[in-house]
C-alpha cells in the first residue's frame, strides 16, 4: 500500500486525518527530526518497505563495487570522468542554466591549467574531487557558503550580480519560489538571523547520530530546500552536497548520477517538495525520503546496468582481437584493448599521451601502431584543444569479426 501523504488526508479523509496524523507521528518506525516545517516538528516515518528499500541500495552498491574491481582501472576512470561529465551538464540544467558537453569536456582537459577564468570552473573542480576521497566540513553556516563561493558563485555573478548573497553569510531579502505560470510554491526562510539558525538545526541533524545515512540525505536535502538559503543557486549546492555524500556512502561514481535521475523524474521530485511544504502535511517528511530513496535506488540500477552492459561488450571485443589486423601481435592487442575500453567507457578517447604511458613506448612507435590500425578504417580519431583522442570503430571490428568467423 502506497503512502498517502497528510496533505492529501485533509482533503480526501478529514475525519481520520488527524488519527492518522497522532498515529503516525507516535509510531515505533518514527524518526523525530530537531526542526519545524511551518510550525510543525518535523519526522518520518521508517516502515518496513522504506526499510526493505535501504537494504536493496546497499546490496545493489556491493555488486557495483564487484563490478568496479573486475573493471580495468582505466576503464572506470574513464566512465567516471563521462559520468562527471553527465551530471554537471544535468545538474546545471535542472535550474535552466546551459552547459554544454563540449564547455565541460574543455575545463577538463585544460583543469591542470587552473583557468579560473573559465565559465563552470568551480563546479567542475568541485565534482571533480568526489572521486579523490577528498573531505568537505559541513559544520556550520559559513562552511555552506564556503561551498557556495566555490561551486556557483562566479556563475551566479556573471548571469545576474543581483542574486548574489547580500547577507552576513545568506540573503538579507525573502525569495520565493515559483512555478512555470509564475505562482508562489513556495517561500524561503526569512530574515537571515532565521535563515542561519534554521541551517545550523538542519547541519546538526545531517551530522547526528542515530539516523541511516541514506535517509539523513534525504532529509538534509529537503531541509536545504526549504529554507532556501540563496537567491540563486540552491538546486545545484544542495545536489552537490548530497552527491558528496552519497559518494562516502557508497560506491563513488554513483556520486555523479544523481542529476540524471533527478531530471527523469523532475516531476516526482519538485512534487515531493511541494507535498511536504504543504502546512496540512504537518512536518511529515516521509513523502520526500521516499521519493529521494526511489531516486538513489533507481540511481544505483542504472549504474549497475551501465557497467554490467559495457563489461559484457569488453569481454565481446577482447575475443574479437584475435581477428584484426596484428591482433595475435603482443605488441598490438594491449593498444586494441585501450583503444576498446576508450570506445566503450570515455568521452571523447584515449590520448596519446595516455597510451604512451599505459605500454610505455615512443610517441614514434606509438604513431606507427596507430597508423597501421587506422589504414585499416578502424581508426577514430577526434581532438580538443591540442590533445588528440583515439578509439577503436566497433562496427568495423565487427565485420571484420563476422566475416573471419564465417570463413571458419
Not at 566555490?150 to 548571469?159: A, N
Request: proline share 3%.
Amino acid at each position: 500500500m502506497s503512502y498517502e501523504p497528510l496533505s492529501k488526508l485533509f482533503y480526501s479523509d478529514k475525519e481520520h486525518y488527524e488519527e492518522i496524523y497522532q498515529n503516525r507521528f507516535n509510531s515505533e518506525y518514527t524518526t523525530h527530526i530537531d526542526f519545524e516545517i511551518n510550525g510543525f516538528p518535523a519526522f518520518f516515518v521508517l516502515d518496513p518497505t522504506l526499510h526493505h528499500k535501504s537494504i536493496e541500495i546497499y546490496k545493489a552498491d556491493k555488486r557495483i563495487k564487484q563490478l568496479r574491481d573486475d573493471l580495468p582501472g582505466v576503464a572506470i576512470d574513464q566512465f567516471t570522468m563521462r559520468s562527471l561529465i553527465d551530471e554537471i551538464v544535468l545538474t546545471n540544467d535542472i535550474e535552466g542554466v546551459y552547459s554544454s558537453r563540449r564547455e565541460i569536456n574543455s575545463i577538463l582537459s585544460e583543469l591542470k591549467v587552473k583557468n579560473r577564468r573559465k565559465r563552470y570552473f568551480g563546479l567542475v573542480q568541485k565534482y571533480l574531487m568526489l572521486q579523490k576521497n577528498e573531505t568537505l566540513s559541513f559544520k556550520s553556516s559559513q562552511d555552506i557558503r564556503d561551498l557556495y563561493d566555490d561551486l556557483v558563485y562566479s556563475e551566479v555573478k556573471e548571469d545576474n550580480p543581483q542574486n548574489l548573497p547580500d547577507g552576513e553569510i545568506f540573503r538579507k531579502d525573502s525569495v520565493s519560489v515559483e512555478s512555470a505560470a509564475q505562482k508562489e510554491i513556495h517561500r524561503g526562510v526569512y530574515p537571515e538571523s532565521k535563515i542561519i539558525e534554521c541551517m545550523e538545526q538542519a547541519l546538526k541533524v545531517l551530522n547526528a547520530n542515530g539516523i541511516d545515512e541514506l535517509f539523513k540525505v534525504a532529509v538534509f536535502h529537503y531541509l536545504f530546500g526549504y529554507i532556501h538559503p540563496f537567491y540563486d543557486g540552491n538546486g545545484r549546492t544542495s545536489r552537490f552536497i548530497s552527491s558528496y555524500l552519497l559518494s562516502k556512502e557508497f560506491e563513488p561514481t554513483i556520486a555523479y548520477r544523481l542529476s540524471y535521475t533527478i531530471k527523469e523524474n523532475i516531476k516526482e521530485y519538485y512534487q515531493a517538495f511541494k507535498t511536504c511544504n504543504d502546512r496540512h502535511n504537518k512536518g511529515d517528511l516521509t513523502p520526500f525520503v521516499i521519493m529521494f530513496t526511489d531516486i538513489i535506488e533507481e540511481s544505483m540500477k542504472q549504474l549497475e546496468e551501465a557497467l554490467q552492459k559495457r563489461y559484457h561488450w569488453l569481454m565481446y571485443y577482447r575475443e574479437c582481437v584475435q581477428y584484426l589486423p596484428n591482433g595475435l601481435n603482443d605488441k598490438y592487442m594491449d593498444l586494441y584493448d585501450y583503444l576498446i575500453q576508450a570506445s566503450l567507457f570515455s568521452e571523447n578517447g584515449i590520448s596519446t599521451q595516455e597510451l604512451m604511458s599505459y605500454l610505455h613506448i615512443s610517441r614514434a612507435t606509438l604513431s606507427n601502431r596507430l597508423s597501421s590500425i587506422s589504414e585499416q578504417g578502424l581508426l577514430i580519431k577526434n581532438a580538443s584543444g591540442n590533445i588528440r583522442y583515439y578509439k577503436l570503430n566497433l562496427d568495423e571490428v565487427e565485420k571484420l569479426s563476422s566475416a573471419n568467423t564465417d570463413e571458419e
